[in-house]
């Protein structure tokens, strides 16, 4: 049953490659691109910054979608080479029928990506459970990364209590269900998550409207995928040896301290 759901998301991901590469995915900013691996159709924006600056790249945690980070990009890339990225199954960097959402295969594609797009000693800003992945490619991938910068990240068994925290019902943990809810209730869930994330209230409806929009265009969130397969509490994460910071909010009810 497993199995089944998980293939059935990724094929409901694979119907998507080509719209997004043609439409609105492709033209909200100038600077959208995509990069194809055997497994995943990455979206990302690239910032070159100042010459021989050194590579920040971040994560996208969705709601959020690229369209979000503007601002972002112009301070950072005063600095640094900038990639921002959304994850495989996220916003619009649909899978492909191959994938299946787990571990080391999710971080061994990023991992991909990271090296044919960004290229070595890079510094990875992952947030949330994207966090785990930029810890595991700092050890078995080393000369990928240089630093790290882990935003709302802890340790795998905190992340499996606010899981359950996150979804008391456990719908999202349960196969197919998981995967229709997720369809059927994103835009219900978007502003709910902003009005726990964000802490300004000033910004809410700023947000909410560029993620509704990217919604509106068939934004994927494959959440219940993640829940189900990567998120695992067997989990191992050895230690790392680059350097490393860490930024978490005070609010417990999305922050998965």
Same mark, same amino acid.
């Given at each position: 049953?497993?199995?089944?759901?998980?293939?059935?998301?990724?094929?409901?991901?694979?119907? +998507?490659? /080509?719209? #997004?590469?043609?439409?609105?995915?492709?033209?909200?900013?100038?600077?959208?691109?995509? #990069?194809?691996?055997?497994?995943?159709?990455?979206?990302?924006?690239?910032?070159?910054?100042?010459?021989?600056?050194?590579? %920040?790249?971040? !994560?996208?945690?969705?709601?959020?979608?690229?369209?979000?980070?503007?601002?972002?990009?112009?301070? $950072?890339?005063?600095?640094?080479? @900038?990639?921002?990225?959304?994850?495989?199954?996220?916003?619009?960097?649909?899978?492909?029928?191959?994938?299946?959402?787990?571990?080391?295969?999710?971080?061994? @594609?990023? $991992?991909?990506?990271?090296?044919?797009?960004?290229? +070595?000693?890079?510094?990875? $800003?992952?947030?949330?459970?994207?966090?785990?992945? /930029?810890?595991?490619?700092?050890?078995?991938?080393?000369?990928?990364?240089? !630093?790290?910068? %882990?935003?709302?990240?802890?340790?795998?068994?905190? #992340?499996?209590?606010?899981?359950?925290?996150?979804?008391?019902?456990?719908?999202?943990?349960?196969?197919?269900?998981?995967?229709? $809810?997720?369809?059927?209730?994103?835009?219900?869930?978007?502003?709910?998550?902003?009005?726990?994330?964000?802490?300004?209230?000033? +910004?809410?409806?700023?947000?909410?409207?560029?993620?509704?929009?990217? %919604?509106?265009?068939?934004?994927?969130?494959?959440?219940?995928?993640? #829940?189900?397969?990567?998120?695992?509490?067997?989990?191992? %994460?050895?230690?790392?040896?680059?350097?490393?910071?860490? /930024?978490?909010?005070?609010?417990?009810?999305?922050?998965?301290?």
């Amino acid at each position: 049953m497993q199995k089944f759901a998980l293939w059935n998301d990724a094929r409901f991901n694979a119907k +998507h490659v /080509a719209k #997004f590469q043609s439409g609105w995915a492709a033209s909200s900013r100038q600077d959208i691109r995509f #990069f194809e691996t055997d497994k995943v159709v990455f979206r990302y924006r690239d910032v070159k910054g100042p010459e021989g600056a050194p590579t %920040l790249i971040f !994560s996208v945690d969705p709601p959020v979608s690229l369209e979000q980070y503007d601002e972002l990009l112009e301070r $950072a890339s005063k600095d640094f080479r @900038v990639i921002v990225f959304e994850l495989p199954g996220m916003g619009f960097s649909p899978s492909k029928r191959s994938f299946r959402f787990g571990f080391t295969e999710t971080n061994d @594609v990023v $991992a991909a990506f990271i090296e044919q797009v960004a290229g +070595h000693q890079c510094t990875l $800003a992952f947030s949330c459970g994207a966090g785990l992945a /930029a810890l595991d490619l700092a050890n078995r991938r080393p000369e990928l990364v240089s !630093s790290l910068v %882990l935003i709302q990240t802890t340790d795998v068994a905190r #992340f499996d209590r606010w899981k359950a925290a996150r979804d008391p019902k456990n719908v999202l943990a349960k196969p197919f269900l998981g995967q229709l $809810a997720m369809r059927k209730l994103a835009k219900q869930r978007m502003p709910v998550w902003f009005r726990l994330a964000l802490g300004r209230k000033d +910004h809410e409806e700023r947000f909410c409207q560029c993620s509704k929009e990217a %919604l509106d265009q068939g934004a994927l969130w494959s959440l219940a995928s993640a #829940f189900q397969t990567y998120l695992r509490p067997d989990l191992v %994460l050895e230690p790392i040896t680059q350097l490393g910071l860490g /930024a978490m909010g005070r609010d417990r009810r999305i922050t998965p301290g």
